[in-house]
T-cell receptor, first 111, second 114 residues
Framework: SQQGEEDPQALSIQEGENATMNCSYKTSINNLQWYRQNSGRGLVHLILIRSNEREKHSGRLRVTLDTSKKSSSLLITASRAADTASYFC???????????FGKGTHLIIQP | DGGITQSPKYLFRKEGQNVTLSCEQNLNHDAMYWYRQDPGQGLRLIYYSQIVNDFQKGDIAEGYSVSREKKESFPLTVTSAQKNPTAFYLCASSIVEGKTGELFFGEGSRLTVL
């Protein structure tokens, strides 16, 4: 099955700085999605980028997708303490059989 | 408000017991999913269902069973055959448009085997 792998596993930055997380995957995809999970909670969808798109923005989030390198990045600008969470990338192969998730990046924003 | 409700939030089980986790959605979504999350790991797909009375195994279905008798409900039973059931279980749903789009998640159920 396809597998996204996030990098780094953990990231600690100061409030106000930008945070960048990367995701690599192994096979062709229909779309790639990013999710956020606060400790002990469910996942919340952040953004979806389709395989024919290269960049997408949503508020302070910017996602890029490079299908030739099978990689994606998530940039959070002007980070806030409330952004502290785990972030997961997930890939869809084109069927309606769910998403394949990576292991996540744990982001800590220091006040 | 529309959403997905999982219960119970915390569950303790003795070895050899079966337990059932509840998942109910009022989003009118066709597809529902069960994922398992272990510490430091991503989510792994247990079972999914795209339509009532039909479901398919995911990557780690052994020791689990599901039913989909109603569109709104997709309960997961963790059987005694599951060797390491202690984990965080997440239910999700999505609209079926021929491919998996955005997943909507419940708040999870944490199962601990004593």
């Amino acid at each position: 099955s396809q597998q996204g792998e996030e990098d780094p596993q953990a990231l600690s930055i100061q409030e106000g700085e930008n945070a960048t997380m990367n995701c690599s995957y192994k096979t062709s995809i229909n779309n790639l999605q990013w999710y956020r999970q606060n400790s002990g909670r469910g996942l919340v969808h952040l953004i979806l980028i389709r395989s024919n798109e290269r960049e997408k923005h949503s508020g302070r989030l910017r996602v890029t997708l490079d299908t030739s390198k099978k990689s994606s990045s998530l940039l959070i600008t002007a980070s806030r303490a409330a952004d502290t969470a785990s972030y997961f990338c997930a890939t869809s192969g084109g069927g309606a059989d769910g998403l394949t998730f990576g292991k996540g990046t744990h982001l800590i924003i220091q006040p | 408000d529309g959403g997905i409700t999982q219960s119970p939030k915390y569950l303790f089980r003795k070895e050899g017991q079966n337990v059932t986790l509840s998942c109910e959605q009022n989003l009118n979504h066709d597809a529902m999913y069960w994922y398992r999350q272990d510490p430091g790991q991503g989510l792994r797909l247990i079972y999914y269902s795209q339509i009532v009375n039909d479901f398919q195994k995911g990557d780690i279905a052994e020791g689990y069973s599901v039913s989909r008798e109603k569109k709104e409900s997709f309960p997961l039973t963790v059987t005694s055959a599951q060797k390491n059931p202690t984990a965080f279980y997440l239910c999700a749903s999505s609209i079926v448009e021929g491919k998996t789009g955005e997943l909507f998640f419940g708040e999870g159920s944490r199962l601990t085997v004593l």
